[in-house]
């Protein structure tokens, strides 16, 4: 298994400039969730889905838009970028069925310029 | 919402000793996971425990759910346990949003 995979590992934009991120698992898990990591501190949840056609939003989601049409892949997109995005985002999933353990993927390090 | 508190926010170590790391949550929860960010930002997991304790190789980890607290012990550290170490919780009954805590940043020094 590949596990969780995410693309692209780097990315940067300009301001106003949209783009999707890419988040794949193999695991078969239901549960698949975005989050943002900023300088110094813990993640932050963007939006999440428990499966496929649901999803909901976390802590954070101005700005940003998702979609869940299969199992296997939650992309994450960037409408209008500003340099406030600017971040680590990082896609994980979980079996949720019985319990919420999560897998990250390996992030992608956005700027905003 | 739930909070989930981290303590210490820092800690330097000599290679070779032991620490413990606190995580107290304010609610409570169903789920408790402890993460290792390496140096190059992957996020590893290193337990699922909402409650008991659990142990692998020189880590373990207790959580007591009645108290709201839950602990990670590491032992004989190593320079490769170097990194931020999170404690992330569910939101409580019936959410699926994790909230994580901002993190113990450990360094060990050969």
């Known amino acids: 298994n590949a596990g969780v995979t995410q693309t692209p590992k780097f990315q940067v934009l300009k301001t106003g400039q949209s783009m999707t991120l890419q988040c794949a698992q193999d695991?078969?898990?239901?549960?698949m969730s975005w989050y943002r990591q900023d300088p110094g501190m813990g993640l932050r949840l963007i939006h999440y889905?428990?499966?496929?056609?649901?999803?909901d939003q976390g802590e954070v989601p101005n700005g940003y838009n998702v979609s869940r049409s299969t199992t296997e892949d939650f992309p994450l997109r960037l409408l209008s970028a500003a340099p406030s995005q600017t971040s680590v985002y990082f896609c994980?999933?979980?079996?949720?069925?019985?319990?919420?353990?999560?897998?990250f993927g390996p992030g992608t390090r956005l700027t905003v310029t | 919402g739930i909070q989930v508190e981290q303590s210490p926010p820092d800690l330097i170590l000599q290679e070779g000793a032991n620490s413990t790391l606190r995580c107290n949550f304010s609610?409570?929860?169903?789920?408790l996971q402890w993460f290792h960010q390496n140096p190059w930002g992957q996020l590893i997991n290193l337990f699922y425990?909402?409650?008991g304790t659990k142990q692998n190789g020189r880590l373990s980890a207790t959580t007591v759910a009645t108290e709201r607290y839950s602990l990670l012990y590491i032992s004989s550290s190593q320079t490769t346990d170097s990194g931020v170490y999170f404690c992330?919780?569910?939101?409580?009954?019936?959410?699926?949003?994790?909230?994580f805590g901002t993190g113990t940043r450990l360094k060990v020094l050969a």
């Open positions: 992330a919780v569910d939101g409580g009954s019936g959410t699926y949003k994790y909230i």
């Open positions: 609610d409570s929860v169903n789920n």
């Open positions: 695991m078969n898990h239901e549960y």
């Open positions: 994980a999933s979980s079996y949720s069925r019985q319990t919420y353990e999560q897998y």
């Open positions: 889905s428990v499966g496929a056609g649901i999803t």
């Open positions: 425990i909402p409650s």
